[in-house]
Nanobody, 127 residues
Framework: QVQPVESWGGLVQSGDSLRLLCAAA????????MGWFRQAPGKEREFVAA?????????YYADSVKGRFTISRDTAKNTVYLQMNSLKPEDTAVYYC???????????????????WGQGTQVTVYS
């Protein structure tokens, strides 16, 4: 198993930046990719960004965050980051980190293709 744990959420003003961290524990050698999703009150969980774990670390982004958010990883520390710039009130949500093992039937944007989830961290952006 892999246990992702998110941290560094918070309350920020519109236009500010925030960096989320997700530390993975457990069978980290089996990680194929990690992703960030978010869920706002009354809305479905949506894809934010993802990164493959080995080699070049290919990245994927939702159109709504492209150019503002950057996902990166430190495989030596089993950690993935989400740098969020130019935050908007519509970015307010609980942000979840997810891990996929082995990569079979993995699709970056599909929540059900991830095997393990963190508990989430709240990000609130006020105008």
């Amino acid at each position: 198993q892999v246990q992702p744990v998110e941290s560094w959420g918070g309350l920020v003003q519109s236009g500010d930046s925030l960096r989320l961290l997700c530390a993975a524990a457990g069978r980290t050698s089996s990680i194929y990719a990690m992703g960030w999703f978010r869920q706002a009150p009354g809305k479905e969980r949506e894809f934010v960004a993802a990164i493959t774990w080995r080699s070049s670390g290919h990245t994927y982004y939702a159109d709504s965050v492209k150019g503002r958010f950057t996902i990166s990883r430190d495989t030596a520390k089993n950690t993935v980051y989400l740098q969020m710039n130019s935050l908007k009130p519509e970015d307010t949500a609980v942000y979840y980190c997810a891990a996929d093992q082995y990569g079979s039937d993995w699709y970056a944007e599909v929540a059900s293709s991830y095997d393990y989830w963190g508990q989430g961290t709240q990000v609130t952006v006020y105008s």
